[in-house]
Each structure stands twice: as structure tokens, then as C-alpha cells.
């Protein structure tokens, strides 16, 4: 099946109701929305938009996550108690396996890239393959010729300006 390049815009998405489990809603009605935007071709990645609603809940990871606030803002909690603020720019990583608590004042709009945790053993055999794979291909040496070749034809910059 051939690949394809995937464009979106997460902050203009539609996206979909995604409920909070009901047993994590700590205060008020947080409602969630979100959409796929992308997938690894392997299933182990997905490319997610996120928005909610004002609210507090609490939230576990059993997928790695690393997330970028769009818009809007939220204070997590992590299991050590510790407050952070997330705004517009900010990034944060939360590994599989853990929790922290979400309390988001009016809304909040992410991005986040999921990715399915693997024993370590079969991370360094995944890495073993794609290398064996890029040297067969060749793929690795073509990225270095991403910069197009200026044409003979074209005059420098110098010569432009010298003749005009």
C-alpha cells in the first residue's frame, strides 16, 4: 500500500465527542473532543487532536505521550504533587503508566503524538531493522540531497545586482 503524506490543520479540525471515563471526572462537566490525524503505517503511533471543556479529572497514560498545547490552558498535577501550568507553545511528555490530574479553566486544544510502549529488547531489534533497511535502500544517503542544486543558468546574486 503506498504512503502518503498527511496535512492538517489540528487547531481547525472537526473533531469528535471522546468522553472522560466518568470515574475520572473529579469536578464539574469536562467534555472532550477529539480525531485521528495520522497513523504509523505499523499501528504503534497515532497523531491525535484533543480539545475539552472547563473541568477537573484525572487522567491515565497507557500509551506514551508527548502533547503540544494549542490554545487555551490547564494546571496538571503530577503523582508527586507538583503543579504545572500548560499553555499556547508548551510541550510535555507523559510516559505509559502514569496519572496526573487536569484542571482546565475555560478550554484547552492539543495536539498529541500517542505511541505504543514495547519491551526494550524488541526496540533495539525494530532500530536494528530500519538501519538494515536504510542500507539496503539507500534511503538514508537520498535524505542528504533534500536541498535542490542551483542551475547553471542562474546568475548569482553578485552578477544580478553588478548588471543592473
Known sequence: MPKSVVF???ADVELDPAPIAPHWIIEGKPEARSKKLAVAADGTSTVMAWSCTAGRFTWNYVVDETLHVISGE???TNEKGE???LGPGDMVYFP???RSNWYIPHE???IAFCR?????????LL???????DMMTGFSDMEADVEPKPQAAERSVAERVASA
Do not use: D, E, H, Y
Open 8 to 10: 492538517s490543520c489540528p
Open 96 to 98: 505509559a503508566g502514569t
Open 127 to 133: 532500530r536494528s531493522w530500519n538501519k538494515l533497511i
Open 116 to 124: 505504543q510502549t514495547m519491551p526494550r529488547p524488541f526496540g533495539v
Open 83 to 85: 503543579i504545572r501550568r
Open 74 to 76: 490547564a494546571f496538571v
Open 108 to 110: 484547552i486544544k492539543k
